[in-house]
Each structure stands twice: as structure tokens, then as C-alpha cells.
């Protein structure tokens, strides 16, 4: 079975741009969540998505956005880009039916998309 | 609010060495547990996970358990090898989202 992709690998832009990160996740999975990983910050939790449903949000400005399509494939948006922007973000899916933190769901990550603001 | 605590790397170890890598868990209730894997350059890949007090998880070697009483869950490997130079990452699960460690890098050396 295919694992999490996520499209495209690196990018880079420049302050003011904005960008669009894609993710697929493992046949079957519904559950699509986003995470920032920095060097100063460690990772930290963007948003989740369940049958094209924001289902939990993260604490980041809304120039993050993201949404779900039928298909469960995600994609988020970062408008007007920052420096501080500059991270590696991660996908990760899940079945998404049962409770995460009571064990009945794991989740599985993908390789992240690396974005530099220059 | 839930948080997770884990040691300050790098460690470094000499092959065969055993390994520990310290985590500890501030949380609401008992929440799932987990250890994530990140080699250079890639995502995470899921290490093992435990669902309940005194669970232990394990593969590949590794294992940890899920420890209530001091709010631990200590990754250990009996004998480390080169290929298992990586970042560690200790994570509790909270509603649909994981809250991650800061991560412990760990360097083995032939």
C-alpha cells in the first residue's frame, strides 16, 4: 500500500508570495492533519481534517489555511509569506473514524514538503 | 495543557551500546503514547505506540512502556547499531493531533 505523498518536496519563495502544499494520504485513511517543523519551534500541530470537516486548528495566524476534497487529498495555503515561515511541513493521515488519543488511531507521516522564504 | 518532556541530545554511543532516550508526559487522562523516528532529510516514521498503562511497545529492538505512576515512557534498545543514528521523537496524543517532544538526536559510531 502506497504511503503519504506530499507534493511538491522542496520550494522556495519570497516574502509577500503565497503557496499551496498538497498531501495524499494512504488509500482508506480519511483523516488528514499538518504539521510545522522548525529548528526554533520543534514541531507543531497546523490542523486536522475528516470528510472535508476542519476537525481541531492549531495556534497559527490565518494566513494558514487548509482544506479537504472528497477524495481526502488535503492541501493548505500560506498567504503572504514570512520568513519565519521557512520550514518543513508535514502531513500525516489516519483512518480518522476512532479516537487518536484513546489508541484506535495512529498516524502515519509523509516525507514533507521543505519551504524556504527568501 | 498536555505536554511532553524529553532529554537534551545529542547522545552519542558506541555500537552495541545499550540505549535510553528519557521521556516524560504531562497530560489529562491516559493518553495514547508514541516514539517517531526521523532519519536526514525524511518524515517520521512510527517507531511503536502503547495504548494504556503498563502497555509495552515494541519493534525493530526498541521498546518502551507506558509507565502511569512516574508519567514516563523511556525509549530503550539493548544494542545500538550505525543505521540508528536519527531524531527521536516522544508524542502523546491529544484530540486528533499529536504534541511532540523536542526530539533527542541520537549518533552511534561504529
Known amino acids: 500500500k502506497a504511503g503519504v505523498t506530499q507534493t511538491p518536496r522542496y520550494l522556495i519563495k519570497t516574502r509577500g508570495q503565497q503557496v499551496t502544499l498538497s498531501c495524499s494520504p494512504i488509500?482508506?485513511?480519511?483523516?488528514v492533519s499538518w504539521y510545522q517543523q522548525t529548528p526554533g519551534q520543534g514541531l507543531q500541530f497546523l490542523f486536522e481534517y475528516f470528510s472535508e470537516t476542519q476537525r481541531n486548528k492549531g495556534n497559527f495566524p490565518g494566513r494558514f489555511s487548509g482544506r479537504q476534497f472528497s477524495n481526502s487529498r488535503s492541501e493548505m495555503n500560506v498567504s503572504t509569506l514570512e520568513l519565519g515561515d521557512s520550514a518543513l511541513y508535514l502531513c500525516?493521515?489516519?483512518?480518522?473514524?476512532?479516537?487518536?488519543?484513546?489508541?484506535?488511531?495512529?498516524?502515519?507521516f509523509g516525507p514533507g514538503t521543505r519551504l524556504t522564504v527568501l | 495543557g498536555n505536554s511532553v518532556t524529553q532529554m537534551e541530545g545529542p547522545v552519542t554511543l558506541s555500537e552495541e551500546a545499550f540505549l535510553t532516550i528519557n521521556c516524560t508526559y504531562t497530560a489529562t487522562g491516559y493518553p495514547s503514547l508514541f516514539w517517531y523516528v526521523q532519519y536526514p532529510g525524511e518524515g517520521l516514521q512510527l517507531l511503536l505506540k502503547?495504548?494504556?498503562?503498563?502497555d509495552k511497545g515494541s519493534n525493530k529492538g526498541f521498546e518502551a512502556t507506558y509507565r502511569k505512576e512516574t508519567t514516563s515512557f523511556h525509549l530503550e534498545k539493548g544494542s545500538v547499531q550505525v543505521s540508528d543514528s536519527a531524531v527521536y521523537f516522544c508524542?502523546?496524543?491529544?484530540?486528533?493531533?499529536?504534541?511532540f517532544g523536542t526530539g533527542t538526536r541520537l549518533l552511534v559510531s561504529p
Open positions: 488509500s482508506g485513511h480519511r483523516s
Open positions: 500525516a493521515s489516519s483512518l480518522g473514524g476512532a479516537d487518536l488519543a484513546g489508541g484506535g488511531d495512529t498516524q502515519y
Open positions: 502503547a495504548t494504556k498503562a503498563d
Open positions: 508524542a502523546l496524543a491529544g484530540f486528533q493531533k499529536l504534541v
